[in-house]
């Protein structure tokens, strides 16, 4: 059982390019998130999906965007990449339902020089 | 939306001490909270949960408590060890218990 899966984990991107960010998990849950951690911070939400077909903004969603076309993966897209955006990216998945425990890929760390 | 906050940011023990972390939510319907464990250069795991009909849980050395009517819990661990150093994070479940809202961490550093 492979859990949440992320590629790549490791990134350099130069400033102004766009990559995508892959995420897959096969526990057939419905809510699917993406954080980024700065260095020394805590996980901020940049999108979150419910469901296939169906997303919304988190706490950070400039320069990001995401699509949910079926109910394993959830990839985020970084275009026009800044320094800013120089993180940990983690995606998360859990089950629908109010009280239930979010399972994390292993992060992908990207640099944007 | 939901607002998470965490304090100490740092916190620094002696092995055999307890640790506590102590966190406030925003969002009166917030209903479920769970802490994760966060090891140099891993993925975040999850360490224990409460719902809001409980007061408090126990699991070993670690428990929480959680006071609806002033929006706080925190995470209580006993007889710390090395292995304990990590980063901790709190969490709530907003409104429609869809989103999951993060507090800032706290680093745990215990010393032998």
Known sequence: NAGVT???KFRILKIGQSMTLQCTQDMNHNYMYWYRQDPGMG???IYYSVGAGITDKGEVPNGYNVSRSTTE?????LELAA???TSVYFCASRKSGENTEAFFGQGTRLTVV | GENVEQHPSTLSVQEGDSAVIKCTYSDSASNYFPWYKQELGKRPQLIIDIRSNV???KDQRIAVTLNKTAKHFSLHITETQ???S??????????GFQ???FGTGTRLLVSP
């Open chain 1, 43 to 45: 996980l901020k939400l």
């Open chain 1, 73 to 77: 993966d959830f990839p985020l897209r």
């Open chain 2, 86 to 95: 990590a980063v901790y994070f709190c969490a709530a479940s907003d409104t």
């Open chain 2, 99 to 101: 989103k999951l809202v």
């Open chain 1, 6 to 8: 992320q590629t790549p």
């Open chain 1, 83 to 85: 320094p800013s955006q």
């Open chain 2, 55 to 57: 007061g408090e849980k």
């Open chain 2, 82 to 84: 090395p292995e304990d």
